[in-house]
């Protein structure tokens, strides 16, 4: 007997976007309706390998290749909700990876630019929405400072000096910190020159090898 592979159908992805934000997103406190609006006009499977399709919308983590992966949606989420991005936001994205995040944020806001240190994550991937550079993801993008929010797509031990000081005064950053080997989400503002993040509840970001903290020696 012949076994023939069924293809999804169109319909099957937008079934699986909806249940995402209905069993992931809505129960979990991300609630704000454009975000929900964002989330619901990105086609996520088109910004992960073919060969991941079939997880595109499950709650955890999409292998992207070169170490690198895209983020649970419910973590994106959590980030939008804590950044409350607004249209008069001028935006930096640390970390593009495929360009996800950047395709549910660039509706949100007025300005949006990205910086990415692989360039081979968005080959073949649909246009990328924002503006994109190359470049070591610690340096951010100096040209279109000051920035009113900074969203970094992954988990670092502190925020680099070059990212706090393209952070508008008054600005917003939120980001993933690890903590003793576990990963959460944080926030911060800039205030009087300097970021301060207040951590919240753990999440499930993927470390960011950028941004390790050098290793101190010891006997």
Do not use: C
Request: charged share 15%.
């Amino acid at each position: 007997m012949t076994v023939v592979e069924q293809q999804p159908t169109q319909a099957q992805p937008a079934a699986a976007r909806r249940a995402m934000i209905d069993s992931q997103l809505r129960v979990s406190g991300v609630n704000d309706p454009a975000v929900l609006a964002a989330f619901a006009s990105v086609a996520r499977e088109d910004f992960v390998p073919e060969a991941r399709h079939g997880v595109a919308y499950a709650d955890r983590s999409v292998p992207l290749g070169n170490g690198r992966v895209l983020a649970p949606a419910l973590t994106h989420g959590k980030m939008l909700i804590e950044a409350a991005p607004v249209v008069t936001d001028s935006v930096l994205i640390v970390g593009g990876g495929s360009g996800y995040l950047a395709a549910v944020v660039a509706p949100l806001v007025g300005k949006l630019t990205v910086v990415e240190s692989d360039p081979a994550l968005a080959q073949g991937l649909p246009p990328r929405a924002g503006h994109w550079q190359i470049g070591p993801l610690a340096e951010g993008n100096a040209a279109g400072a000051p920035y009113t929010l900074i969203l970094i797509d992954g988990a670092i031990d502190n925020v680099p000096p070059a990212l706090a000081a393209q952070l508008a005064e008054g600005g917003r950053l939120v980001t993933g910190l690890v903590e003793r080997g576990v990963t959460r989400l944080a926030t911060g503002r800039k205030v009087d020159g300097n970021v301060v993040l207040t951590v919240l509840a753990e999440a499930d970001f993927a470390p960011l090898a950028e941004f390790a903290a050098p290793k101190a020696w010891s006997f």
